[in-house]
């Protein structure tokens, strides 16, 4: 499991409700984290998948990890994986990947 910035957060982000598999779906849900983007968002309950990013924790105010999400890109890339067309490798859909030690 991830380690967050703190407590707070980290209840939030593992809110774990047993009416909503998905947690866009779930009025308890505030923040979403994508692992493989090391992003936090703050869920818009429109009934869509909207989520704003934030930078900062809401509850501690720390500064929240940079976004991996170019890199995400182009590490896939470098690989010669399409995002949209190919099926991602296990770690590409969690935080794995960035345990990877970089290939020269
Ligand atoms: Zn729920
Ligand atoms: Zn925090």
């Known amino acids: 499991m991830t380690d967050h910035c703190c407590e707070a957060m980290t209840t939030h982000v593992n809110v774990g409700c047993d009416q909503h598999d998905d947690p866009y779906a779930c009025p308890d ?4 984290f994508s692992p493989q983007f090391q992003e936090y ?3 818009i309950h429109d009934g869509g998948t909207s989520s ?3 930078d ?3 509850w501690c105010g720390r500064r929240l990890p940079e976004s991996q999400r170019d890199r995400w890109f182009d590490e896939l890339e470098r690989r010669g994986i399409d995002p949209w067309e190919d099926e991602l490798p296990a ?3 969690d935080g794995r990947w ?3 030690p970089p290939q020269a």
């Open 29 to 32: 849900a505030l923040v979403d």
């Open 98 to 100: 960035l345990a990877a």
């Open 91 to 93: 770690e590409f859909r």
């Open 41 to 43: 968002g703050l869920i």
């Open 56 to 58: 900062f924790c809401p």
């Open 52 to 54: 704003i990013t934030i």
